[in-house]
């Protein structure tokens, strides 16, 4: 699992920022991050071995999951997999994975790190220049 935290951090009572506006921008953003790693995560390498019967189930792509929570002011986005539905995914996109798989093209959870890590920050950075431009 992937997670990605954010704590508020409050400007001070000379501060002119549309607190309320940046509050939906930043829960805007984790929703489109987690979102499109969840996609980024689950999208299947095209299929090597041309010669075989094996047909995809999708059940790996099918254990990918993303939510967005929100307490009080932080907001926490999350990327998972289901090991019960796909128990062997550790091997396949796992912290570690068998090189079979990484060689064939598939996504680990390292990749999705950085990616949804790239793109939080950029888009924060996006908005706070927004916010800061004034």
Partial sequence: MVDIRVIAISPGPNARIDTRRLQIQVQDLMRDTVANGNRFIARYPAQKLRKTKYRRTN??????????????????????????????????????????????????????????????????DAIIQEHTRR
Avoid: C, H
Avoid at 59 to 85: A, H, M, P
């Fill in 59 to 124: 059940t790996l792509k099918r254990s990918w999951s993303f939510r967005v929570r929100q307490g009080g002011r932080d907001i926490t986005g999350e990327v998972g997999s289901n090991s019960n539905i796909a128990p062997y995914n550790k091997y396949v996109q796992g912290r570690r994975p068998v090189r079979i798989f990484r060689q064939a093209g598939w996504k680990n959870v390292q990749d999705l790190e950085e990616r949804m890590v790239r793109e939080f920050n950029d888009g924060l």
